[in-house]
Each structure stands twice: as structure tokens, then as C-alpha cells.
């Protein structure tokens, strides 16, 4: 069993995860179904059906003394992630310390969650269903573990969910409601197709449960605003509403429309289990509830990792100030000129870079890096060089002719093949660091790695990360190349390697932000690592950069 180190604090398989050894030895239902690995471990098959009841069973029995039943064409629940949810809602009202009533909306035929939560806590719990099969199953799972006094399972009608359910009981208070919406709109969600991103690994474990279980007309979305509109009628009924979702995507249309709504308290938080990720939503109308803080913020801050960063010290940006003079910058900030050094550099790469909003005397350039131009530009170069060297000679009339068109030509034409004395000087150690050239977006997400980058930011990379945005390059809109007066690479590498346009760019090496900023009297670079394939390659490109700018000032 895969468990996560960010499950909630007081879930006891934090820590210690379910030793299937020792199960297998004391229960034989469980046993069959424990194999042992090529490394001697002993493992379970979580594509089977039946090897997940089985470990559900086994752990309520061991772990919480409950025996239950679950038929196999039914939602076979886990119980780390149960628990997860049963933890949140503990701290949604404050802890256990009395006892609590709460609601489960469609219970389902393990009816885990009240029996978790009389168990744990004493809660009192009205447990709904629709479906026959699961109502007769949590029917007999209560009476079997002699928990009817604290437990009522009722059979409602097919689409009811709060009001229904609560119209006999119009003086109680509830302090909580809890739900599994049904996660999918259509069998072929069910199924994964089209609604699972191509770069997530396939479930590690098998999907059971019945149509009622796991389909709904427009899927969990509209199911949970059913519940939103059930809660604006009922409102102070129930201290806390809440609801557990299987797409992230629902997470934000939701709470936008209890926005909408004017609900005056509203949280949320994620809940983890191996590859399994689950959100939760919940809303009050009490002006007293204390409201717990999303955990998945905690956990962004205890990954903070440090940027790439190099410093340019006072003695050398004079000289960095007046090349950037020579290149069309006229502005007095030692920040400004470092910046438009930089994007000349990055134009002459072929790197696509585009300005974002930032702090006070700094600059901000998000780069998208389609291939790799910064590794073994020398050697390049010299090749090149050495082509043109062992090309056959032109007749002495021909070249007097072709001697006439380039005296003709613009300079920049005629300089095209000079090398650039600021690559052709720098002796850069990045072929050491570097790796296989990789094509495709990143197996590193971008929700995951945008690590201390600067709060102000952050909203500017959500919008770009996604969209074709229109980034500085030394190509003209209608997609063909202009010639960079100083480019390292471009002239040993054939136009249809080169890409068009950043509206045509499907894959890319890497992403990230690169901020330039004045620190006393320095100026201090950058990189925050976006997302990407290697990092290396990101790595390469800052101690490209790094040599570039120094060398700039050795040679002044």
C-alpha cells in the first residue's frame, strides 16, 4: 500500500503503515490474497477486486474491531483515505470532544464513514441511500457491529439529497454533513477516457462501485451544487456542509459559486494516499465556526527549494551599462541594462522569453526553452568554420561577381558569419553538466515545482503556463526567421529545426522564471525552475548566462 507522507497528521497509517506480514498470518480471508514480491516483500494486487475488500475488511477488523460486508459490484472503500476525511471533519468542528451529529449522503454498502465516525468518536449519524443493494448491505454492517443507537440508515428516493432526507427531523441541529459525489458525468469518464491527463501514471488500484456510485447527470460538479442549493435553503441546519471531490478542476467553479452565493465562511483541503488525490470542500453559515487553513499550503513551504542564482558585483556593471548602450538600452538602471543584455543574449539563442510583473527595481522574464542553443556553441562554431573552409572554390570570374554582391550587401548580412567574440572568449564549463537531450512537456508538474517564486508572480505564471503567449524572439509574426546580428548556433543548424512561432511550439525542454534585481549595490540573477524534463538544462543555461555577462566585463 502506497502511503503519503501529506496524509492528515492524525491518520494512524501516517506513520505506520498496514503490516501485510502479520495480517496474512492472523487472518486467512486476507491471507490468499498477500504474494511475495522478487525482493521478498509481501505485497497485494490492488488491480483485484477482491484483494481490496479483503484488505479493507481486514483493517476495520484489526484496526477499529468492526466486521463488515461489501458485495463486490459495489464501491469497496479505502481506509487510509477514509479516515483522511473523517480527521478533516474533526478539525472542521473543532475536535470530538462531545458528541456530534452528522450526515453521510449516500452511504454506500460499506457505510464506513458513520461506522468510522461512532466508533472513533460516539458521532451520531443519519446515513442516506438510494440504492437498494447498499442500503440492505449498511443496514445489516450496523446492526452486525450493534451500532443501530448511534446509526440510522435511511432509504430515500433516487436524486434526493438534504432536504428530503431532513423533513421529518425539523428541530435537530446537525454539526456536520459529509459525501462521495458521484465523481463522473458518462460511462467513458468512468472508464478514463478523455478525462485523465496523459502525464499522470494509470491507477494503481481497481475502480469498483454501481452506476448510482460513480455516475451522475454532469458528474460531481452539478451534483455538489445540488447540495449548494439544498444548504442555501437549510442553511443554519447544519453547522458544516461538506463534500469530497475526485477532479481538482471542480474545486474552483465550486467555490466561485458559493462566492456567488454570498456563503460567508468557506475552506478546502486535499487529501492523499499513494498516487490517490482527493479534495474536499466545505462551507457554513455560522459567524462563529473557526475555520481550518488548506494543509496544502504548509506543505508548499516545507518544499521550498533554493533558485539558481549568480551575482554581478558593482566593479563590472559600469561595463556591462555601456554594452548595453550599444545595443539600443537608454536607461540608467543598472537592472534595466542587465535585463536587455540578457534578452539580447536569449534572442540570440532562440530562447523564448516574455516580461512579467514584478517587485520594485527588479524585472521578470518567463522563458520557455524549445531546444537546446547554450551547449557546445564553440565547438559549433568552429565546425561551421571549418565547412565553409573545404567548400569547393568558385571560378576567378565568379567570384569576382560574387565578390561585387556582398560589397553590396547590408552589413549585418555581411557579419553573418563572423563569430561572436563573446562566445567565441568564453570558456564555458556547462558541457560538463550536460545531459541527453530531451523532447515533450516535462514528467515534472508545474503545480508541484513553482517553489519560492515571488508571490507577485505567481498569478502571471497560473495565465502563461497554458496559453501561446507572445514572447520576444528573433522570428516575425508571419513565421519566418530574421537574421539575429549575433546568434552562436543558429547558423549551423537548418531552418526546419528551428520552430516558428511560440503559437506553434507543442513541446518545449523547460520553463522558468528568471528575475534580475538590485541588491545594494549588485545586481543579483534568478532562476526559479517552472517546469520541464531536466533541470540540468536549465542549470547549463544560468552558468551560460553567468559566463556571457563576466566575460563581457573581462574583455572591457
Not at 453 to 471: F, G, H, K, S, T
Request: aromatic content about 6%; charged content about 25%.
Amino acid at each position: 500500500m502506497a502511503l503519503n507522507k501529506s496524509m492528515h497528521p492524525r491518520n494512524r497509517y501516517k506513520d505506520k503503515p498496514p503490516d501485510f506480514a502479520y495480517l496474512a498470518s492472523k487472518y486467512p480471508d486476507f491471507q490468499q490474497h498477500v504474494h511475495t514480491s522478487l525482493s521478498g516483500r509481501p505485497v497485494v494486487n490492488f488491480k483485484e477486486p477482491e484483494a481490496v475488500r479483503a484488505l479493507t475488511c481486514t483493517l476495520l477488523k484489526e484496526d477499529f474491531g468492526l466486521t463488515i460486508e461489501i458485495p463486490l459490484e459495489r464501491l469497496i472503500p479505502t481506509v487510509p483515505l477514509r479516515l483522511n476525511y473523517i480527521h478533516w471533519v474533526e478539525d472542521l468542528i473543532n475536535g470530538p470532544k462531545q458528541p456530534r451529529r452528522g450526515i453521510d449522503i449516500g452511504t454506500g454498502a460499506s457505510c464506513i464513514y458513520p461506522l468510522l465516525g461512532a466508533t472513533m468518536n460516539s458521532w451520531y449519524f443519519l446515513a442516506t441511500e438510494v440504492d437498494d443493494i447498499c442500503f440492505n448491505y449498511a443496514t445489516k454492517n450496523v446492526e452486525q457491529n450493534n451500532l443501530s443507537d448511534l446509526i440510522k440508515v435511511v432509504k430515500v428516493p433516487q436524486k434526493t439529497l438534504l432536504m428530503d432526507a431532513l423533513k421529518e427531523e425539523t428541530e435537530i441541529i446537525y454539526d456536520f454533513c459529509m459525501c462521495n459525489p458521484p465523481f463522473f458525468a458518462n460511462q467513458m469518464e468512468a472508464q478514463g477516457v478523455n478525462s485523465r491527463n496523459s502525464r499522470r501514471p494509470p491507477p494503481s488500484s481497481v475502480n469498483t462501485g454501481g452506476v448510482t456510485e460513480i455516475m451522475a447527470e454532469g458528474g460531481e460538479l452539478e451534483f455538489v451544487k445540488r447540495i449548494i442549493h439544498d444548504s442555501l435553503q437549510l442553511k443554519k441546519r447544519l453547522r458544516w456542509y461538506s463534500c469530497m471531490l475526485g477532479k481538482k478542476c471542480s474545486l474552483a467553479p465550486l467555490k466561485e459559486e458559493l462566492r456567488k452565493q454570498g456563503v460567508p465562511k468557506v475552506t478546502h483541503t486535499e487529501f492523499c494516499q499513494g498516487r490517490t488525490m482527493r479534495w474536499a470542500l466545505a462551507w457554513s453559515f455560522y459567524d462563529d465556526v473557526i475555520v481550518p487553513s488548506p494543509p496544502s499550503k504548509k506543505r508548499k513551504l516545507e518544499k521550498t527549494r533554493k533558485p539558481l542564482s549568480f551575482t554581478l558585483t558593482e566593479a563590472g556593471l559600469n561595463e556591462l551599462k555601456v554594452k548595453a548602450s550599444a545595443i539600443g538600452c537608454t536607461s540608467c538602471s543598472f537592472v534595466d541594462c542587465i535585463t536587455a543584455l540578457v534578452e539580447k543574449t536569449l534572442t540570440d539563442l532562440r530562447v523564448l522569453h516574455k516580461r512579467v510583473p514584478c517587485r520594485e527595481q527588479e524585472q521578470g522574464l518567463f522563458l520557455t526553452a524549445v531546444e537546446n542553443t547554450w551547449i557546445h556553441v564553440r565547438q559549433k562554431r568552429r565546425e561551421h568554420k571549418r565547412q565553409l573552409r573545404e567548400l569547393p572554390r568558385a571560378p576567378h570570374c565568379a567570384r569576382t561577381s560574387s565578390q561585387t554582391t556582398v560589397a553590396s550587401a547590408p552589413a549585418s548580412t555581411q557579419n553573418s558569419n563572423t563569430p561572436d567574440d563573446s562566445c567565441q572568449n568564453t570558456t564555458t564549463p556547462v558541457q560538463e553538466l550536460a545531459g541527453p537531450q530531451q523532447t515533450g512537456s516535462g514528467a515534472y508538474s508545474a503545480e508541484t515545482s513553482k517553489h519560492n517564486i515571488p508571490a507577485e508572480q505567481n498569478e502571471a505564471l497560473e495565465n502563461m503556463a497554458d496559453e501561446d503567449v507572445d514572447m520576444e524572439s528573433s522570428y516575425t509574426e508571419a513565421g519566418q526567421e530574421t537574421e539575429p546580428k549575433e546568434t552562436p548556433s543558429a547558423a549551423s543548424e537548418p531552418p526546419a529545426k528551428r520552430p516558428l512561432s511560440p503559437g506553434a511550439v507543442e513541446h518545449f525542454l523547460f520553463k522558468c522564471l528568471l528575475n534580475v534585481m538590485q541588491e545594494v549595490s549588485d545586481v543579483v540573477i534568478e532562476m526559479h525552475w517552472v517546469e520541464g524534463q531536466n533541470k540540468d538544462l536549465m542549470n547549463q543555461l544560468c552558468t551560460y548566462l553567468k559566463n556571457i555577462l563576466l566575460k563581457s566585463v573581462a574583455k572591457s
